[in-house]
Nanobody, 122 residues
Framework: QVQLVESGGGLVHPGGSLRLSCAAS????????MGWYRQAPGKQRESVAIVTAGGSTNYADFVKGRFTIFRDNAKNTVYLQMNSLQPEDTAVYYC????????????????WGQGTQVAVSS
């Protein structure tokens, strides 16, 4: 079983910054893709950014140039540096990871964190 624990959310003024962290633990053999998603009140969950084990990244258009995703493979941890935050960034941010869990046999997994609240308000 693989668990994800997020941290780093909070309340920030418009234009401010936050860094989210997500640490994976448990029966991990390897993690391929790690990513951040968010869900605002009354809206569907949407992808924010993803990063592969090799470091390739992909961002949603609405965060390009403001957010940076990066990971520490040795620590099974992914980060989201969020700059120039705006009120429309207010949401619960969820971490996701997919890869292989220890066996035998090896088996694929997809795990979600519990979510961390980000609120941007003056």
């Amino acid at each position: 079983q693989v668990q994800l624990v997020e941290s780093g959310g909070g309340l920030v003024h418009p234009g401010g910054s936050l860094r989210l962290s997500c640490a994976a633990s448990g029966s991990i053999w390897s993690i391929d893709v790690m990513g951040w998603y968010r869900q605002a009140p009354g809206k569907q969950r949407e992808s924010v950014a993803i990063v592969t084990a090799g470091g390739s990244t992909n961002y949603a258009d609405f965060v390009k140039g403001r957010f940076t995703i990066f990971r520490d493979n040795a620590k099974n941890t992914v980060y989201l540096q969020m700059n120039s935050l705006q009120p429309e960034d207010t949401a619960v941010y969820y971490c996701n990871a997919g890869g292989l869990a220890r066996g035998p046999p090896l088996r694929s997994f997809q795990a979600w964190g519990q979510g961390t609240q980000v609120a941007v308000s003056s």
